[in-house]
C-alpha cells in the first residue's frame, strides 16, 4: 500500500479537484466514490475502479482493506488530517475511490422514461434517480441544464441507484421524445391538467419533470400528449420535484401491479 503525505502530491491535488468541482468531474472523466456503501455498489455492479484511498483511521478497518483489495486496484493510505482535506464531506468516511464517469448508453424508444429538465439541485437529482431506481424505471434522461449526475454530490444522494440504472447525459429530449413510440405525460398545474389518477399509465411511457423554480421548458412541454396533475387537497400549491417524481412513478407500478 503506497502512504502519501504531502498535499503538493499529483493524486491528491486530482482528488481535491474532483471533490470540490464538477466542471473537474467532466473534465477529467473521473470522480469520486464516497464511503464503503458507493463502493460496494459500484463493484457489484461489475463497475471497475481505478484507485481506492484510505485514510490512516480507515486502513485500520478490517472490511475497508478488504473492500480496498477486492476492487483490485492500487491502494493509498493518506493521514487522517489530509485525507480530511480531500473528502467531499465534512465527516470522512476513511475510504475513497476514483472511478471513471461511465459512458452515456443510447436513449431508449420504450419502456418508463423519466425526463429531468433542468433539474439542478444536486440532492433532489440523487433522490429522483433513487426513486427511479426504485421504480425499476427503464432510463434516466438529463437536459443539458442539470446537474451533473455523476458528481460525489449527486452519487451520495443517489446512494447506489446509479448502478442500477441507465442514465442518459445530456439529452436532447426534444428531438428524442419525437422518436419515443409511447405516451409523453408533462406534470403541470393548471385546470388543464388531468388528475394523475384518472390517467392511463401504461408503457412505454415517457415521464417529464421540470425544474425546480421554473418547471418545464415551453418547447419540452409541447410534446406532451397528455398533461397530468398530482391532486393536492391541502393548502399547498405545488410539490418538490422529487417527491412529485415519487408520486408518479409508484402510482404507475400500483396500476401495473408490480407494487410489492
Known sequence: MQQITSRDNPLVKRVRALARSSREVKKQGLTLLDGDH???????????????????????????????????CPVTQLPDALFASVSPVESPSGILALMAVPASPAPAASGTVVVLDAVQDAGNLGTI????????????????????????????????AHFALEICEPVDA???LVEFGGEVLATELGDGARSLYDCVLDEPLAWLFGNEGQGLRPALSALATQRVRIPMPGPVESLNVGAAVAICLFEQRRRCGDAR
Open 174 to 176: 426534444e428531438s428524442r
Open 38 to 72: 458507493l463502493l460496494r455498489a459500484a463493484l457489484g455492479a461489475g463497475r471497475s475502479v481505478e484507485q481506492v484511498l484510505l485514510s490512516a483511521s480507515g486502513a485500520g478497518r478490517h472490511d475497508y482493506l478488504a473492500l480496498a483489495s477486492a476492487a483490485g
Open 129 to 160: 434517480l433513487r426513486t427511479a431506481a426504485a421504480a425499476a424505471a427503464s432510463q434516466v434522461w438529463l437536459t443539458d441544464g442539470c446537474a451533473q449526475a455523476w458528481s460525489p454530490k449527486v452519487l451520495r444522494a443517489g446512494m447506489g
